[in-house]
């Protein structure tokens, strides 16, 4: 009895995935709502030719990827709309794949929504859910699932890093590292199958398993060099956490406002001010920053402060980065005091620690000796910011990474979950291939391949496709 080679072939289909409805066009505003010099109106599937014709009056479509200009009229009452410019993608060699239309009009909301009503009335026509231009280019091939995370990523990017980050993996360098993976596992189960088929008519070398343990080997240590990649990309994607944390008084609340350039916090020379956390997101050196301010740290009398302080210690421990805020003026600038001074305020072990040595304007000159990550600042005069945000970006750098320098970074949780999954399995193939149970270890790759397979959407891409494409605009 054949027990490998039919399940091999069956896994290595890719199945055609039913993700959107057949003989439906349709239609969504693309460009950003508002009032705007040009509004993009995109359309996809059969019908996107006859709306061209519906709305221009022409026989035909423009010639293909050509910008023509039209006078755009609503079918109904043969009014003008606007006049604008029309392009025709006829399918394959389209975003989507299918048929596809656009219509650049000028971006007044008179002009976008008596276009939208007019499409809306053409038979055939819907409006677009969000993603779903991008879910029919996935539907048809167009892009693997990393490669549309990497697009909604890339639209979603307000730092040069994370648009550097998000354009790699749109541009499929996650997708084929994965693919690259998926292809050697391919290959060790089809060996492997083949010497269980086949070795009692001794038609297969006996090295053959030896070289797909290797095979294995190696890949199980690619992919857990993977995942120990420190969450770069996921901070990158998502932006480092970083707390303001230190005694009350000492100019965190300044601190913040410094940053920001703007009146973000109040700021009062009573001690205790600060009782809630507040938080605002920067760009420091191309890198994001969630940056929050909390309450001083001590043990407070008032109820209400104490919550504040319960909520400071919370969002400390849960920070990427730490940046304790000192008094200048009441700590010795020596490695034994700056440390003994951190230690105070409880950072969370292993989270890195910049020291900022505010109110530097009342010292007479004096600078940190040696020790962790310090700056002296004065949030008063604004000495001293240069440095702090040089030192924050190299910070930030060392937690992010180079997102264009080696491997591509995992951004995604998903991704996490599954190749922790799939090294699982390849270690769990390891150790039945020592035992001798040949039918369990190809069983225990087959799983690994479909964990990498979950990832691009190769297979079993359902029940994900949803969460990824909800995230999208409409007219993506």
């Not at 693309?30 to 006859?50: E, K, L, Q, T, W």
């Not at 890093?161 to 749109?170: G, H, I, P, T, V």
Request: charged fraction near 25%.
């Amino acid at each position: 009895v054949r027990r490998g080679g039919t399940a091999l072939r069956t896994a290595s289909r890719r199945p055609r995935l039913s993700l959107c409805g057949t003989g439906d066009t349709i239609f969504a505003l693309s460009s950003a709502p508002g009032r705007c010099g040009v509004a993009v109106i995109r359309a996809s599937g059969p019908g996107s030719a006859g709306l061209l014709r519906s709305l221009t009056g022409t026989p035909g479509p423009p010639p293909p990827r050509v910008l023509a200009l039209r006078r755009i009229r609503d079918p109904r009452s043969a009014e003008t709309l606007d006049r604008g410019l029309v392009v025709w993608f006829p399918g394959p060699n389209s975003f989507t794949g299918e048929d596809c239309a656009e219509l650049h009009v000028h971006g007044g909301p008179a002009v976008v929504s008596g276009v939208l009503q007019a499409l809306g009335r053409l038979p055939g026509l819907r409006p677009a859910e969000p993603g779903e231009f991008t879910r029919r280019a996935f539907a048809h091939g167009k892009l693997d699932l990393t490669a549309a995370e990497g697009l909604r990523d890339l639209i979603a990017a307000e730092t040069e890093a994370q648009r550097r980050q998000a354009l790699r993996q749109m541009e499929g360098d996650l997708g084929r590292l994965y693919q690259r993976w998926s292809h050697a596992l391919t290959q060790a189960l089809a060996h492997l199958e083949a010497y269980i088929d086949f070795s009692e008519d001794d038609n297969v070398e006996e090295e053959v398993l030896a070289r797909v343990a290797v095979t294995v080997r190696a890949l199980l240590q690619e992919i857990r060099g993977h995942l120990r990649d420190g969450r770069r990309g996921e901070l990158l994607r998502g932006g480092v956490r970083a707390v303001i944390a230190g005694p009350p008084n000492v100019g965190k609340s300044s601190l913040l406002n410094l940053l920001c350039r703007r009146p973000a916090a109040i700021v009062s020379p009573s001690a205790g001010t600060t009782r809630d956390v507040l938080e605002v997101a920067l760009d420091i050196g191309g890198y994001p920053l969630l940056l929050s301010d909390t309450a001083g740290l001590r043990r407070a009398a008032d109820p209400v402060e104490r919550e504040g302080v319960r909520r400071a210690r919370e969002r400390l421990c849960q920070a990427d980065l730490v940046l304790a805020v000192l008094d200048a003026t009441s700590v010795s600038p020596t490695p034994a005091a700056l440390g003994a001074a951190l230690a105070a305020l409880e950072p969370p072990p292993g989270t890195p620690c910049v020291l900022v040595l505010n109110k530097a304007d009342l010292l007479g000159g004096a600078t940190p000796a040696q020790g962790p990550p310090a700056t002296l600042l004065s949030c008063k005069t604004g000495e001293g910011l240069e440095a702090l945000l040089e030192l924050l970006a190299q910070q930030l750098a060392q937690l992010c990474g180079d997102p264009l320098s080696g491997w591509p970074s995992l951004t995604q949780s998903r991704h996490s979950r599954h190749l922790g999954a799939c090294a699982a399995a390849l270690g769990r193939f390891g150790d039945l291939g020592d035992s001798g149970d040949l039918a369990l270890a190809a069983e225990q790759l087959r799983l690994a391949r479909r964990e990498l397979g979950r990832i691009t959407g190769h297979v079993g891409a359902e029940d994900v496709l949803d969460i990824i494409f909800r995230d999208f605009c409409v007219g993506k």
